[in-house]
T-cell receptor
Framework: GENVEQHPSTLSVQEGDSAVIKCTYSDSASNYFPWYKQELGKRPQLIIDIRSNVGEKKDQRIAVTLNKTAKHFSLHITETQPEDSAVYFC?????????FGAGTTVTVRA | NAGVTQTPKFRVLKTGQSMTLLCAQDMNHEYMYWYRQDPGMGLRLIHYSVGEGTTAKGEVPDGYNVSRLKKQNFLLGLESAAPSQTSVYFCAGSRGTSGANVLTFGAGSRLTVL
């Protein structure tokens, strides 16, 4: 099955700086790569996703890049704000089954 | 629209007891999933369903059973609870769109097994 590794497990950044989270996956057949954000005590919610035929996607302060050859993808958050503090999960999917990474706890310091 | 609703939100069980978690959705989701979330381990798939009357095993199915008798509902059962099943359980649903399978999660159910 699919194996998704996510790094780092924790990330502390100064407000206004950028944050980068990296993930690798094992199944070359995976074709969909979403990112979910989970605030403390809340449910995970989709923040951005990318399909396998696209190399980069941006939505305001967040962007995702995908390198299918190397089987890795990354989440970039620019100009971080206190409300960006949360746990972020990457995932990889082949059709309807999503496999998640272990998560990255991001803390934005004021 | 209620979205994806899980009941109960909290439950404490003794080892060996049984219980059922209910997931109900009104989003016409074809696919439904049960995940468990443990610290440092992300979300691990327990069982899933690709339509009414179907179920399949995920990554960590042992000790759990599921049923999807109606499209709207996906039940997760623990026949004989063990302390290792202490976790937060999330149900999720999706349209099952190939290449863009967006999951909508329920609010979670925190289960403690003593």
């Amino acid at each position: 099955g699919e194996n998704v590794e996510q790094h780092p497990s924790t990330l502390s950044v100064q407000e206004g700086d950028s944050a980068v989270i990296k993930c690798t996956y094992s199944d070359s057949a995976s074709n969909y790569f979403p990112w979910y954000k989970q605030e403390l005590g809340k449910r995970p919610q989709l923040i951005i996703d990318i399909r396998s035929n696209v190399g980069e996607k941006k939505d305001q302060r967040i962007a995702v890049t995908l390198n299918k050859t190397a089987k890795h993808f990354s989440l970039h958050i620019t100009e971080t704000q206190p409300e960006d503090s949360a746990v972020y999960f990457c995932a990889a999917a082949n059709d309807y089954k999503l496999s998640f990474g272990a998560g990255t706890t991001v803390t934005v310091r004021a | 629209n209620a979205g994806v609703t899980q009941t109960p939100k909290f439950r404490v069980l003794k080892t060996g007891q049984s219980m059922t978690l209910l997931c109900a959705q009104d989003m016409n989701h074809e696919y439904m999933y049960w995940y468990r979330q443990d610290p440092g381990m992300g979300l691990r798939l327990i069982h899933y369903s690709v339509g009414e009357g179907t179920t399949a095993k995920g990554e960590v199915p042992d000790g759990y059973n599921v049923s999807r008798l109606k499209k709207q509902n996906f039940l997760l059962g623990l026949e004989s609870a063990a302390p290792s099943q202490t976790s937060v359980y999330f149900c999720a649903g999706s349209r099952g769109t190939s290449g863009a399978n967006v999951l909508t999660f329920g609010a979670g159910s925190r289960l403690t097994v003593l």
